[in-house]
Structure formats: structure tokens, C-alpha cells
């Protein structure tokens, strides 16, 4: 079966710009969470959408936002981008966070 | 909030040899998962534990859940090349609307 999709797998952005990532999660997961990873702070929780309601938020600005829609796939949100925001953007899903999640291969943000 | 303590943060092996690592909360987690990272990869879950003292494999991984349901260990045997990369414990609270919580990550390289 398919797994996590994100799109698009690099990009590179100017501060200031905003940027839209996407992810598919496998089907029949409801539960879409997104991660932030950088080298000196791992795996920093953004928030989670079930059944396009955000149940859950991690302390982030809140330039960063998200949405998920009727089909489970989920869009995060990053305006006037930062140097800092550079990182690997990984989005997870889950029927049941309690067996875990599955990773997308994320997207790497660069901004320059 | 809720924090994670991994340790060792990195650890360089030979071939062959056991492999011990292990992760801590000053909270109770009422699920802990272990992860591994490849280089440009997203996470893949190795192991979950759902019960105090639980001791669980897959292959040559074990993994317990500690009896104070704030600590993890992970154990891997008779280390091979593609054990390298980075292994993270997360833990889960026991509502829906908890956050899985990830720990810095451990990092392992194997010597041939």
C-alpha cells in the first residue's frame, strides 16, 4: 500500500516569501501530524489535524498554520519565512497513534 | 512540558558488538515508541510497548518499557553496518488528545 507522501520533496525559498507543503497521508489515517527537525533540536512537534479538526498544537509562531481536508491529506502554512525556518518538514500518520505513526520522507526547506 | 532525555546522544561501535540505549521523562507515558532514521529519510517505527515492565523484540532489536512508565530501553545485538543512523524514543499519553513526545534521538555508527 502507499505510504505518507510529501510534496515537494526540496525547496528553496527567499525570507520573507511564504510557503505551502502538502502531504497524502495513507489511506484509511485520519490522524495527520507534522514535525519540524533541525540538527540541534530534533523532532519538534507542529500540531495535529483528525478529521480536519486540530486537536493538538505544538509552540510554534503562529506564522506557521496548517489545515487538513475531507480526505485526510493536510497543508501546512509558513509565511514571512525566516532563516531559522530552514528544516526537514515531516508529516506523519496514523489510524491509531497509540500503534504508532508513518513517516513521509518530508520536505526540506531551505531559505535563503 | 513534557520532555524526553536520551542517552548516550552518540555512540560509535564495532561490528558485532550489543548496543544499549536508553530514554527518560520526568512523565508518565502510557505508550513508548522507538524509531530509527536513515540519512534523508523519515522515521520508521522498530518497536511500540504498551504496558509497564513489557519486554519486546523484532529481529535483533528488545526494547522494555520501564516499571515506572518514565523510562525506555532499546537494545540491539550483534550490530551490522545498516544499524547506523538515528534512533529516537517517543512517548504517548493516554488520551487522543495527548501529543507524541520525542526524545533528541541517539546516534549510532557502526564500524565495520
Known amino acids: 500500500k502507499a505510504g505518507v507522501t510529501q510534496t515537494p520533496r526540496y525547496l528553496i525559498k527567499t525570507r520573507g516569501q511564504q510557503v505551502t507543503l502538502s502531504c497524502s497521508p495513507i489511506s484509511g489515517h485520519r490522524s495527520v501530524s507534522w514535525y519540524q527537525q533541525t540538527p540541534g533540536q530534533g523532532l519538534q512537534f507542529l500540531f495535529e489535524?483528525?478529521?480536519?479538526?486540530?486537536?493538538n498544537k505544538g509552540n510554534f509562531p503562529g506564522r506557521f498554520s496548517g489545515r487538513q481536508f475531507s480526505n485526510s491529506r493536510s497543508e501546512m502554512n509558513v509565511s514571512t519565512l525566516e532563516l531559522g525556518d530552514s528544516a526537514l518538514y515531516l508529516c506523519?500518520?496514523?489510524?491509531?497513534?497509540?500503534?504508532?505513526?508513518?513517516f513521509g520522507s518530508g520536505t526540506r526547506l531551505t531559505v535563503v | 512540558g513534557q520532555q524526553l532525555n536520551q542517552s548516550p546522544q552518540s555512540m560509535f561501535i564495532q561490528e558485532g558488538e550489543d548496543v544499549s540505549m536508553n530514554c527518560t521523562s520526568s512523565s508518565i507515558f502510557n505508550t513508548w515508541l522507538w524509531y530509527k532514521q536513515d540519512p534523508g529519510e523519515g522515521p520508521v517505527l522498530l518497536i511500540a510497548l504498551y504496558k509497564a515492565g513489557e519486554l519486546t523484540s523484532n529481529g535483533r532489536l528488545t526494547a522494555q518499557f520501564g516499571i515506572t512508565r518514565k523510562d525506555s530501553f532499546l537494545n540491539i545485538s550483534a550490530s551490522i553496518p545498516s544499524d547506523v543512523g538515528i534512533y529516537f524514543c517517543?512517548?504517548?499519553?493516554?488520551?487522543?488528545?495527548?501529543?507524541?513526545?520525542f526524545g533528541p534521538g541517539t546516534s549510532l555508527s557502526v564500524i565495520p
Open positions: 506523519a500518520s496514523s489510524r491509531d497513534k497509540n500503534y504508532g505513526y508513518t
Open positions: 517517543a512517548g504517548l499519553g493516554l488520551t487522543s488528545y495527548d501529543k507524541v513526545i
Open positions: 489535524y483528525f478529521s480536519e479538526t486540530q486537536r
